[in-house]
């Protein structure tokens, strides 16, 4: 895999500006959300939203967490609809990324200028999405809550 996967994240980036520049600054961050699947779709990608993963600490599983979207199988997406930019929100993504086998993340700010984040981490540890003998059984985790 391409670690920077610099056509992918140019194409998702793409879609970010295509969506603001179409409805501008002032939605709520669903709208934003939903509207990037329909362009990412549109532009052939593989579009997972709302989807949990099961966080692991030293192999063992500790808990479900929720991302936005995950583009083809290769990208977290996070975004955000604010007049700021939340200060938890690039390290929240990081360790997304840093939580899972993905190694990178892209931020997007439907905010009165558009402003987006591409965030890399090496994930050397375990695969904690799917590890290759996790010590005990993931059904054990909480499971993901609503």
């Known amino acids: 895999m391409n670690r920077f996967e610099e ?3 140019h194409s998702i980036i793409g879609g970010f500006y295509e969506v603001y ?18 362009e990412l779709r549109a532009r052939g990608h593989k579009v997972d939203r709302e989807v949990s993963i099961l966080i692991y600490y030293k192999g063992i599983p500790v808990a479900w967490q929720r991302v936005d979207m995950i583009v083809d199988d290769k990208v977290i997406v ?16 990081l360790s997304y990324v840093r939580a ?3 190694e990178l993340g ?3 700010h439907f905010g009165p200028k558009p402003y987006f984040r591409r965030l890399i981490a ?9 590890p ?5 059984d993931p059904t054990d985790a909480p499971e993901p809550s609503d």
Do not use: C, H, M
Request: glycine content about 4%.
């Open 21 to 38: 520049n179409y409805y501008g600054f002032g939605l709520s961050e669903k709208v934003y959300t939903n509207a990037l699947e329909i």
């Open 106 to 108: 892209l931020l997007l």
């Open 100 to 102: 899972t086998r993905l």
């Open 132 to 136: 290759p003998e996790p010590t005990e």
């Open 7 to 9: 056509r992918l994240t």
């Open 78 to 93: 996070e975004s955000k609809a604010s007049a700021r930019l939340p200060p938890d929100a690039e390290p929240q993504l």
């Open 122 to 130: 090496s994930n050397r540890r375990p695969d904690p999405v799917d």
